[in-house]
T-cell receptor, first 114, second 114 residues
Framework: AQSVAQPEDQVNVAEGNPLTVKCTYS??????LFWYVQYPNRGLQFLLK??????LVKGSYGFEAEFNKSQTSFHLKKPSALVSDSALYFC????????????FGTGTKLQVIP | DAGVIQSPRHEVTEMGQEVTLRCKPI?????LFWYRQTMMRGLELLIY????????DSGMPEDRFSAKMPNASFSTLKIQPSEPRDSAVYFC????????????FGPGTRLTVL
């Protein structure tokens, strides 16, 4: 079985400061890992994904994520937060050996304070 | 590309009524997913289709829920009869055939059952 944990329900960060949203995963094999963002009253939007190769993945809107196999983590990061980054962020995992079913975390609300 | 299209965007109905939610996938996408999002339970996968065939419906709550995909361009999720606890946002997501393909979400249907 595959699972994802997002240990923080909410993260608060001041505008201009770096941000990190944490994610750890569990799969039986090698993972595909994803980050999505959801703005109020909108569907989930794809930010970035890790498939293979470089552990640092760059995505949309200046976000990046680092895959750490030994710690089974895939934390989302951004060097300088914007107020417009305030949203709900979901980490997701898929087992490479399985079909396309993706397991989503419970989401982390990011609040960027002006 | 117009993205994933869902209709209606909002639905208010009374308990016991039949509700039909509709989804038009992105052209060329072979996989389609129905999700339900609530504050209490987060994002839940209800059913997954591949090439119009249901592959995994283990997330369908009960017999009141049914989903069809008669062709590659259209899917429905039906609730009959509806109950207040079905109130949620229902998302349709689609993905291409590749093993690493990303799921793209529609804007969702906000269902309120009175």
């Amino acid at each position: 079985a595959q699972s994802v944990a997002q240990p923080e329900d909410q993260v608060n960060v001041a505008e201009g400061n770096p941000l990190t949203v944490k994610c750890t995963y569990s799969v039986s094999g090698n993972p595909y890992l994803f980050w999505y963002v959801q703005y109020p009253n909108r569907g989930l939007q794809f930010l970035l994904k890790y498939i293979t190769g470089d552990n640092l993945v760059k995505g949309s809107y200046g976000f990046e994520a680092e895959f750490n196999k030994s710690q089974t983590s895939f934390h989302l990061k951004k060097p300088s937060a914007l107020v417009s980054d305030s949203a709900l962020y979901f980490c997701a995992v898929r087992d490479k050996g399985g079909y396309q079913k993706v397991t989503f975390g419970t989401g982390t609300k990011l609040q960027v304070i002006p | 590309d117009a993205g994933v299209i869902q209709s209606p965007r909002h639905e208010v109905t009374e308990m016991g009524q039949e509700v039909t939610l509709r989804c038009k996938p992105i052209s060329g996408h072979n996989s389609l997913f129905w999700y339900r999002q609530t504050m209490m339970r987060g994002l839940e996968l209800l059913i997954y289709f591949n090439n119009n065939v249901p592959i995994d419906d283990s997330g369908m709550p009960e017999d009141r829920f049914s989903a069809k995909m008669p062709n590659a361009s259209f899917s429905t999720l039906k609730i009959q009869p509806s109950e207040p606890r079905d109130s949620a946002v229902y998302f349709c997501a689609t993905a291409g055939i590749g093993a690493t393909d990303t799921q793209y979400f529609g804007p969702g249907t906000r269902l309120t059952v009175l």
